[in-house]
């Protein structure tokens, strides 16, 4: 058996307490429910590690799924959104969870799995492991040192339909396969030259290979009358060896901060002397080692320290704290490895408070040493509604969403006032109620600029004035393509000065064969002198050579290695949002002459453009020599938008207008980078499409609403 290292990515649902909703006396919900605590464990190969997996990585890959005999009912990405309380009905459900990276071939990327089915009982803890064992298949070349004496340059290429690794020499990587759907079988082809200086080849094929299994390519020779190189045999010996676990590194969430029945991350508006109880739950893996309390204006409320360690007090000073109204309870369940810190405010204190503002910080380490921080922000005011502060992820180009609070249950008619700054005028809109939050839409405004507001009800104005700045708009650089320069390598470059600053494409490989499959076009244009010309085709000499999709992109080139390249897509930008992506297009698809899985033969080629807004804060780095291509479903995807072009759209002389409506799938994110990419064949990636097929492009813009 091969043993290797495994990673514990540990309890990354920290199940200990419903902070809503939760019996005041009691830490635990057990009315019809039952508790729900995972820990996920993911076995990794670093015995050959060439990427090691960080902590950071391994939590922000994992991806939890918990599904009841109904299908999908929870899902979570990365280990810092399990949210701090998991409770379920009573039933059968099963537990998923993925990790890593799903990359058909690499020396690098890995990607795990569990599967674990479970019940929930009324009033019971319940302690699912998941253990993510390795779904790839591994292979490694392994050479008898007697091979060098007969065979000269050799390389070992292991592979199926969807990707290939070359080991080069006495390579000794792993490398890892996702193996597609219903093929089962690996194949190599082992080249190098003979003594004489001929070409030699031998071929053959892994059947049947097996997830969390290592399989060795062993080669050796044994000479002899049977002649196969100079009088040598060459045998390829696989050796099956299955991954099994030696060593477990934990891995654990930090701990998690909570109010009770109120969101610590909103400042809580409350009357002087109707404040009230409040508490705050620490929730945390394993043991709480320190939990700091602290604000600065302890001392001139009566609290005898300004900050505290509820885990580092004597008794006396203990008792002077919770004789100014503040306590603590402390539970760890040793069952579950999991403790809960219930700390309270009580009337006595709060309600003491006069007019003003009061912020308490919380700071929480486990015993692993992670630590979260918190603050818990109160303003006591005899106002009847208030204005908040806006969050950025409300604030669009053109529309915001701005919201106040109701202090007073009495109040009516509550209304929002704005204006851009500086203005004379005011424009009041009605505000939408739900309980005490105060809501309003804000549109029709005008992009980077400062805009102040305020909150009213029926004879009353906040004096409290809120500001945000709405988003610029940004300008696709080069959108009509009228720069265009050559690098020093003869690359058309879509850009002034040689070097690619927004737009780049896949000529600095292609030149290489004295094409450039994408260029400047005066003959077909919507404005302007020029449009770009996206011409597929076959790059190379005779039979030796690749299709390639003429494509234009924003990112940068990499570097080219014999027929395979990488990419890096995805260009920094002002972090705004968009509605969509418009521009003109004249696209003529051929017939597929170089098919793959996703088209065949003799089908219609298809064009295609897509846009992608990210958070990743880098580019997307793409390796066609290991089918690393780019995942628009990436969870720093924040939007994504795309269009297929299946027929002949527009003409030479009357380029037509297309729209791609931008998807968001996180509203409480901003971008960082955009990625905009289009391709006569939307499979070149795959290096299949039409050499017949073009598109042309002009005049793109980004359209805000």
């Known amino acids: 058996m091969k043993q290797i290292k495994s990673i514990l990515l540990a309890s990354v649902a920290i199940s200990t307490l419903s ?24 076995d990794s190969n670093v015995d050959y590690e060439s990427r ?74 319940t302690n699912v492991n998941l253990t993510c064992k390795i779904a790839n298949v591994l292979a490694a070349v392994k050479y008898d040192a007697s091979v060098a004496e007969v065979l000269h340059d050799y390389t070992m290429t292991v592979g199926h339909k969807r990707g290939e690794l070359t080991f080069e020499g006495d390579d000794t990587r792993v490398g890892y396969f ?18 004489q200086g001929n070409p030699f080849e031998k071929t053959g094929t892994i059947e049947n290979v097996k997830p969390a299994t290592q399989y060795t390519l062993n080669v050796r020779y044994s000479s002899g009358t049977t002649a196969e190189v100079g009088g040598a045999l060459i045998e390829v010996v696989v050796d099956e060896t299955e991954v099994v676990v030696r060593q477990e590194i934990q ?97 006595s204190y709060t309600n003491s408070l006069p007019e003003g503002e009061y912020s308490v910080s919380f700071n929480a380490v486990d015993a692993a040493g992670k630590q979260k921080n918190a603050t818990l922000n109160i303003v006591i005011s005899s106002a009847s509604v208030v204005a908040n502060e806006v969050e950025r992820a409300n604030v669009w180009a053109t529309h915001a969403t701005i919201s106040g609070t109701r202090l007073k249950n009495d109040a009516t008619n509550e209304s929002f006032s704005y204006r851009k700054q500086g203005d004379e005028n005011w424009t009041t809109v009605a505000a939408t109620i739900s309980g005490n939050a105060m809501t309003a839409e804000l549109s029709g405004l005008t992009p980077n600029t400062t805009y102040e507001f305020v909150a009213a009800c029926e004879g009353f104005t906040s004096a409290v004035v809120r500001t945000f700045t709405t988003e610029a708009v940004y300008t696709i650089p080069n959108a009509g393509f009228e720069q265009w320069s050559t690098a020093s390598s003869g690359a058309l470059i879509p850009g002034a000065g040689g070097t690619a600053t927004f737009w780049d494409s896949g000529n600095h490989g292609s030149i290489t064969l004295n094409k450039n499959v994408t260029s400047s076009d005066s003959s077909v244009k919507h404005s302007g002198s020029y449009s770009v010309k996206l011409q597929s085709q076959f790059v190379g000499i005779g039979i030796i050579g690749k299709f390639a999709a003429g494509n234009i992109f924003a990112g940068q080139y990499g570097e080219t290695s014999g027929t395979n390249a990488t990419l890096y897509f995805g260009r920094t930008y002002n972090s705004t949002r968009p509605a969509k992506l418009c521009g003109y297009v004249y696209y003529t698809p051929g017939t ?74 996180a509203l409480n994110r901003i971008p960082t980078h955009i990625i905009i990419v289009a391709s006569a064949s939307r499979y070149g990636d795959y290096f299949a499409g039409s050499s017949s097929s073009v598109m042309y492009l002009d005049d793109l813009e980004l359209i805000y609403e």
């Not at 809503?20 to 996920?40: A, H, P, Q, W, Y």
């Not at 193996?179 to 003979?194: C, F, Q, R, Y």
């Not at 924040?638 to 799938?665: C, H, Q, W």
């Open 19 to 42: 902070f809503v909703g939760c019996k005041d006396e009691s830490m635990f919900n057990t009315d019809g429910e039952g508790r729900l605590v995972i820990k996920t464990a993911i």
């Open 52 to 125: 090691a997996y960080t902590e950071e990585e391994l939590g922000n890959s994992c991806v939890i799924y918990l599904s009841s005999d109904k299908g999908l009912i929870r899902k979570f990405k990365g280990i810092e959104e399990v949210p701090g309380e998991i409770w379920l009905s009573s039933g059968h459900y099963v537990a998923e969870a993925w990790a890593g990276d799903s990359v058909s071939a690499s020396f690098d990327s890995k990607f795990f799995k569990a599967y674990q089915p479970f019940e929930i009982n009324t009033g019971e803890t």
């Open 178 to 195: 996702m193996m597609p759907s219903k093929e089962k079988n690996l194949t190599w082809k082992l080249n190098g030259t003979d003594a």
């Open 251 to 347: 891995i654990t969430a930090a701990p998690q901060i909570k109010g009770y029945n109120f969101d610590i991350n909103e400042p809580q508006y409350c009357e002087a002397g109707k404040v009230g109880r409040k508490s705050v739950f620490i929730a945390a893996v394993g043991q709480l080692s320190s939990a700091i309390v602290s604000s600065s204006k302890f001392m001139s409320t009566g609290v005898p320290a300004a900050s505290f360690n509820v885990f580092d007090l004597s008794e006396a000073a203990k008792n002077d704290i919770e004789a100014a109204g503040i306590n603590w309870k402390y539970e760890y369940d040793t069952e579950a490895d999991v403790s809960t810190l219930k700390i309270n405010f009580e009337e």
């Open 592 to 665: 597929v002459d170089y098919a793959c899985d996703y088209i065949s033969k003799g089908d219609t080629d298809q064009g295609q453009i897509y846009i992608a807004l990210s958070d990743k804060g880098s580019s997307y780095k793409l390796d066609s020599s290991t089918n690393t291509f780019f995942n628009k479903n990436d969870v720093n995807i924040l939007a994504y938008g795309e269009k297929t072009f299946t027929a002949t759209t527009g003409s030479a002389s009357n380029m037509v207008r297309f729209e791609i409506p931008l998807d968001y799938r």
